[in-house]
């Protein structure tokens, strides 16, 4: 796995395709996977990031941050287990699937 120097990072701060900075606890440093959450100590190997790369160029959802308008009154969500959903902003219910298109 790869440690690269996180000094002058701040938690949520992207470190690597599909990674972020995590923290630290008692002094050792962690990640974040972006697609799933799930807390790491290392980062995977440059193999395993050159194919996340790979899947984001396919994904059109892989560059969305949480809060990004992805279609009339919906923004994207976030990852839940790996999986993209959105957020209504009406209602503010999560959903899996956009609408494919709004009644006028």
């Given amino acids: 796995g790869q440690?690269?120097?996180?000094?002058?990072?701040?938690?949520?701060?992207?470190?690597?395709?599909?990674?972020?900075?995590?923290?630290?606890?008692?002094?050792?440093?962690?990640?974040?996977?972006?697609?799933?959450?799930?807390?790491?100590?290392?980062?995977?190997?440059?193999?395993h990031l050159a194919a996340v790369m790979a899947t984001r160029s396919r994904d059109p959802t892989a560059e969305l941050k949480p809060g990004d308008a992805v279609a009339p009154g919906f923004v994207f969500g976030g990852y839940w287990k790996g999986i993209p959903f959105y957020v209504c902003q009406e209602s503010g219910k999560s959903v899996w699937e956009l609408p494919r298109s709004s009644p006028s």
């Fill in 3 to 47: 440690r690269p120097d996180v000094s002058g990072l701040n938690p949520g701060d992207v470190v690597a395709p599909g990674y972020m900075y995590g923290g630290k606890v008692d002094g050792v440093v962690y990640y974040v996977c972006q697609a799933t959450g799930e807390s790491v100590w290392e980062l995977p190997s440059a193999e």
